[in-house]
């Protein structure tokens, strides 16, 4: 069992830059793989982004591809992703999730556990 809180979401403006935090508890942290995902009002909840247990691979969706950094601190319990020349079509509520060892898989099903969510809002 392990526990995820988000952090970090608000309000930008378009170009600006955010920088979310994913804190775990409750397990090893490094037992996990983990991603961010996002939903949009109306929309399916879809793959942002995620890093392997150590930390060494990283895999992105192409919509963010280039403007998005994910990095993970296992001293620390904690995952991040960093939103550089964020727009509009960014606004979502970001959720970070855990799944077992392996590799980043991109549809939620494939993740176990997941956080409550933080509000990413870029104005144009």
């Known amino acids: 069992q392990v526990q995820l809180v988000e952090s970090g979401g608000g309000l930008v403006r378009a170009g600006g830059s955010l920088r979310l935090s994913c804190a775990a508890s409750?397990?090893?942290?490094?037992?996990?793989?983990m991603g961010w995902f996002r939903q949009a009002p109306g929309k399916e909840r879809e793959f942002v982004g995620g890093?392997?247990?150590?930390?060494?691979?990283?895999y992105y969706a192409d919509s963010v591809k280039g403007r998005f950094t994910i990095s993970k601190d296992n001293a620390k319990n904690t995952v991040y992703l960093q939103m550089n020349s964020l727009e509009p079509e960014d606004t979502a509520v970001y959720y970070c999730?855990?799944?077992?060892?392996?590799?980043?898989?991109?549809?939620?099903?494939?993740?176990?556990?997941w956080g409550q969510g933080t509000q990413v809002t870029v104005s144009s």
């Open positions: 999730a855990a799944k077992g060892l392996g590799a980043v898989r991109t549809t939620p099903r494939e993740y176990t556990y």
């Open positions: 890093i392997s247990w150590s930390g060494g691979s990283t």
């Open positions: 409750g397990h090893t942290f490094t037992s996990y793989t």
